[in-house]
């Protein structure tokens, strides 16, 4: 890697996930492992309704129900050098509830990697 690459890597963990600047400490499951307490920086863009689904006669079950689309952002050392593939399931908490961390589980839509930062777009739903 050249001087300046490693530069922004190193700049990528010091200032844009350090937890007392912009990013928060998650707990991240993906593809069986878990990966506690790293920094990540998790915006939701946007929240949209979900098209109501109508078939015959039948109701729509999953009415009340929003599409969330979020970005993450996450050191790759992090994730010790695994990059999540697009269409696969990630989990990131997100709160707690009854005592326990929520996991929200996202589809990832996007996933890049440049300089050790991963940059995943992801979808959920959520009431």
Known sequence: MSVFK???EADN???F???DEFAETHTVEYNGVTYPDIPVLLT???ETKRPVLVIGNDEDHLAGLHLVTAVAHIA???MNGVIPEQKQLIA???GEACGKPFMVRYTI???D???GMLHLELEAYDE
């Open 109 to 111: 839509k996007t996933s």
């Open 17 to 19: 996930l350090n937890v």
């Open 6 to 8: 490693d530069m922004v």
């Open 113 to 115: 990697c440049e300089m």
């Open 13 to 15: 963990k010091s200032i």
């Open 44 to 46: 939701k863009t946007k």
């Open 92 to 94: 990131i908490n997100d």
């Open 76 to 78: 790759l050392s992090d």
